[in-house]
Structure formats: structure tokens, C-alpha cells
């Protein structure tokens, strides 16, 4: 199987919203807009398989990705008209399953990948022409991992395996390119910003883990419909000479049919997030301010970051009504624990863990109807953060409180017509910490903003034949021209694409 995708999208006329007190209404940058933002993406897939009965069956897939993007809203290169972002990764991974040897069956892969930013990616200060910067990043990862699968008996199936990775990271940094002649800078001098010539320029990255999984109906004649599902997992991470405590999570599950029409499941587990690289080895040097300051650069040496653990637990269940309704809900809990959050370093910021315990809970519903022609559906979500044993109201950094999605689908086959409409309603979203540092340390939300979409397309129309289907679609994403910001950093919030027209024309063979 082959794919490929092209992509252009233009961001120009973009601007930003005055989003909270502290900015200053008289600044220039309310006054320009992005310009020539363009985003070109492409990307090719590639996967081959072949099997027999004597040796089981092997598959070979790869990918590359580029994405060459103008960046007009970069923390200290706002507006510029000149940034340019062009990133590469490349990508294989190849797996062979043996024949299964009566309840055994066994698999290996191992993959390779490489990415990093091209020779022409520079970001431009504000109002600071005469110097550009270049980005330094890229990464070399190689991975591989086995498993065992046995059924030792009808009803239970059992999952051993193991994984690793090695990945050489190179290590983030800026060099400063001279634009034109400054005082005894001349033009063309480049500069390794914060990084010495005899200064580490990569930084190796491990992580190994082993897991074991169980799934079982254990009375499969009394109780047939009663499944339970369990997991556990173990990883030593290391980055560099920082080697993290071992990793352990879980997951269990328990669900039951009763009917046909009436299921229930209960789920409870346990996962954990490695801080980036980034966060440990990354040097400043894109402007004097906000940067982001690696822990290990810095002296005396603070204390590493530990990994983040989130341990959750949500109950759902699914009701079928009339053979044309479908209604599932649920309601979850989360903690998280030594979360990481930025704190100032002088004029830039630093990753630390969060002394205290976060938790929060949520309630999702999602109503279902079909026919043969029409259908529509109703979903939402809602949450809360717990704070000091109550409800907050404020919403969390980056993400709302609540959100909801409405649509309707209709079928007109003998028109060769499909239609759909679509409300997308989000609430407010919390700023990020950056621009609630700047907003005097006050916290502020975006507002909340509604969206209207609509598609209108060709169904079941076959021009070359009984054996291919063509398809024509008119479209409209945000048809209402809503404008609305997401949060962002740096003192500004980011604007986002207004009305967005789109036609498509495609062939199934």
C-alpha cells in the first residue's frame, strides 16, 4: 500500500485579540497582520507484507514527513514576516509474527527513525533585523521490542513482552547568523549561543520496559458476557547520566454484558510521562527572554525532573433504545501527581515538578440516532478541578471546562446526495502560565466561541463504472467567520483561521 499527501495553507491577514488587562492596547503588534504564512506540508507512506504458512508473516512500512511553514506567531519572533520552520522525519519499522505453535504465537520489530530541522529554518527577533537564529535539533532513534502471546485455556489469553529504545538526541540550541555589520560583528558571523566548542552537542536517551497482560472470561458459562482485562509494565529510563526512578503503571478493566442492549465497564490505571529532553538539556539564546533553560545547564544544578503520574478511574456503560437510539455516558477521576510546570529563571523559564497533587473529575455523554436516512448526535463533556476539597470554576491551562458537539447526517440516495451539519461549542480555556506571569499574575480565560460547519456531497455515484465511486464535496468549516484565540505564550494569545471553504473531488477505485 502507497499514500501521499500535499498541503499548502496560507494564515495570512491574521490578528491578534487584545485577551487580557496587561497588554498593552498601544502596542504595534495589534496593529499588523501575518503575511505571507504559509505552511506547505508533504508526506509519502509505504507498507509491504507477505506471509506463509511456514514462516509466519512479515511486514516492512516507512514514512517521511516535511513541513515547510512560515511562523508569524513564535514567542520573541512575533510578526516578523520572515520565520521559517522546515522540519524532516523519516521513518521504518519492520515486524515479523511466527507461525503460531498450537496456543503460542510470537512477534518481533525493530524500527529506525531520524528527523531534524533543515539548513533553511530561521526565526527573526521583533524589531531586531540585524541578527537571525538558527535552530539546532535533530534525533536518531532506534527501537525494537518481542512478545509472546498464549492461550493456555478457551477464556483466557495471556500477553508477555518486552521493549527498548535508544535514541541520540541532539541537544537544542541557537546559533546567532549577523545580517549586516554590527559595531565589530561583521556581516555573515555566526555565534553558538550559551554552547561552547568543547560543550556536549548530543545527549543519549534509554528506555527499556517489560509488560505482562491477562484477558479472561472467567465463567464463561454462567457468565458469559463478563470480561476482565489487566496489565502492568516496568521501565528504567535513563537521559544522559540522569537515570529516573523505575517507572511502573497498570491498567484493569471489568465490563459486562447484560443484553444486547445494556453493557457496562469499569476502568482503573496507572500511567506515567517522562520530561522531555528539552526541559533537561536545552540552552537559551533566541533573544534574552523567554527561552526555555534546560536544567542541566543551569549552575549550582537543581534537582532532575521526575516523571509526572497520572492515576485514573472512569465508570461507562452503553444503553441501545428502540433499535434506532444509542446512549453512552461515564464519569472519571484523575490524579495527577509531581506534575511539571515553568517557573521564572531570570528572564526565561525552567521546568520544575509541582509540590502538590492535582485531581479533577468529569462526566461524558454521548446520544446516538439512525435510520435509514437520517441520523444525528449529541455529545458533551464536562469537568472540574478539585481544589482544596471543592470544585474550581476556573478552567484549566489550555483546556475548557466544557464542550459539546452537535450534527445531523441525511442520506438522499436517489438525488445521489449526502448532507451534513455540524455545532462545535467549547468553553473557556485557561491562559497558559507564561501570559498569566505577564497579566501581573493574574489568571484570565479565553472566552468561549462556537462553530458552525456544513458539507454537502454527491453519495453513491459511480461515472466510470459498477466498480469505482466518484465523489464531488462543497464544504464549509466555520461557516459563521467565528473569531476566537487559543492560548499562547509570550504576552499574546494565538488567533485562529476564520472561514474556511473547501471543494473535493475524489476517485475510489
Not at 535514541?167 to 547568523?177: K, L
Request: aromatic share 10%; net charge negative.
Amino acid at each position: 500500500m502507497a499514500a501521499f499527501v500535499l498541503e499548502h495553507t496560507d494564515r495570512s491577514g491574521l490578528e491578534l485579540e487584545h485577551t487580557f488587562p496587561a497588554q498593552d492596547p498601544d502596542s504595534s503588534m495589534f496593529d499588523d497582520r501575518s503575511a505571507n504564512d504559509l505552511a506547505r506540508g508533504k508526506g509519502g507512506y509505504l507498507a509491504l507484507s507477505t506471509e506463509s504458512d511456514h514462516l509466519g508473516s512479515l511486514s516492512l512500512v516507512g514514512g517521511l514527513q516535511q513541513l515547510d511553514a512560515m511562523g508569524e506567531f513564535q514567542v520573541n519572533s512575533l510578526l516578523t514576516h520572515e520565520n521559517r520552520l522546515v522540519l524532516r522525519n523519516y521513518w521504518t519499522q519492520a515486524t515479523w509474527q511466527t507461525p503460531c505453535s498450537g496456543s503460542v504465537c510470537t512477534s518481533v520489530s525493530a524500527g529506525w527513525a531520524h528527523g531534524a530541522a533543515m539548513r533553511n529554518t530561521e526565526l527573526h527577533l521583533t524589531g531586531a533585523p540585524a541578527f537571525m537564529y538558527l535552530p539546532n535539533y535533530e534525533y536518531r532513534a532506534f527501537n525494537g521490542s518481542a512478545n509472546v502471546d498464549w492461550t493456555p485455556v478457551t477464556g483466557l489469553a495471556l500477553r508477555l513482552g518486552v521493549d527498548a529504545e535508544h535514541d541520540e538526541e541532539g541537544i537544542p540550541y541557537y546559533t546567532q547568523v549577523a545580517r549586516e555589520p554590527v559595531g565589530f560583528i561583521p556581516a555573515g558571523d555566526r555565534t553558538d549561543v550559551g554552547m561552547d566548542a568543547d560543550d556536549q552537542r548530543s545527549v543519549v536517551l534509554k528506555q527499556t520496559g517489560a509488560y505482562f497482560q491477562a484477558r479472561t472470561t472467567p465463567m464463561p458459562t454462567q457468565l458469559p458476557g463478563f470480561r476482565l482485562t489487566g496489565s502492568v509494565r516496568a521501565d528504567a529510563v535513563w537521559q544522559g547520566d540522569i537515570n529516573f526512578p523505575l517507572q511502573t503503571n497498570w491498567r484493569t478493566a471489568a465490563a459486562y454484558e447484560f443484553s444486547p442492549e445494556v453493557a457496562a465497564r469499569l476502568i482503573a490505571g496507572q500511567a506515567f510521562q517522562t520530561p522531555s529532553a528539552v526541559l533537561t538539556f536545552a540552552r537559551p539564546g533566541s533573544g534574552n527572554a523567554g527561552n526555555i533553560v534546560g536544567n542541566d545547564t543551569i549552575t549550582p544544578r537543581p534537582e532532575p525532573l521526575t516523571p509526572q503520574t497520572v492515576t485514573s478511574a472512569e465508570a461507562a456503560t452503553t444503553l441501545r433504545l428502540f433499535e434506532v437510539l444509542a446512549l453512552e455516558g461515564g464519569v472519571y477521576y484523575q490524579q495527577l501527581e509531581d506534575s511539571i510546570e515553568f517557573v521564572r529563571h531570570a528572564a526565561n523559564y525552567r521546568a520544575v515538578n509541582r509540590d502538590e497533587t492535582r485531581h479533577n473529575v468529569g462526566v461524558e455523554a454521548t446520544l446516538r440516532y439512525a435510520e435509514t436516512r437520517v441520523s444525528a448526535y449529541l455529545s458533551g463533556s464536562f469537568q472540574r478541578t478539585i481544589v482544596d476539597g471543592s470544585l474550581a470554576s476556573d478552567p484549566p491551562e489550555g483546556f475548557p471546562n466544557a464542550f459539546a458537539l452537535l450534527g445531523a447526517d441525511l442520506k438522499v440516495p436517489e438525488a445521489f446526495l449526502f448532507a451534513n451539519a455540524g455545532l462545535r461549542w467549547v468553553g473557556e480555556r485557561g491562559a497558559s502560565q507564561a501570559n498569566v506571569w505577564v497579566n501581573n499574575d493574574e489568571f484570565y480565560p479565553l472566552p468561549s466561541y462556537g462553530l458552525v460547519d456544513l458539507t454537502l456531497s454527491t453519495l453513491g455515484l459511480r461515472l466510470l463504472g459498477d466498480t469505482t465511486q466518484t465523489r464531488f464535496a462543497l464544504g464549509a468549516r466555520n461557516l459563521l467567520d467565528t473569531r476566537y484565540s487559543e492560548p499562547g505564550y509570550g504576552g499574546f494569545d494565538i488567533p485562529s483561521l476564520g472561514r474556511r471553504l473547501f471543494l473535493e473531488a475524489r476517485l475510489i477505485l
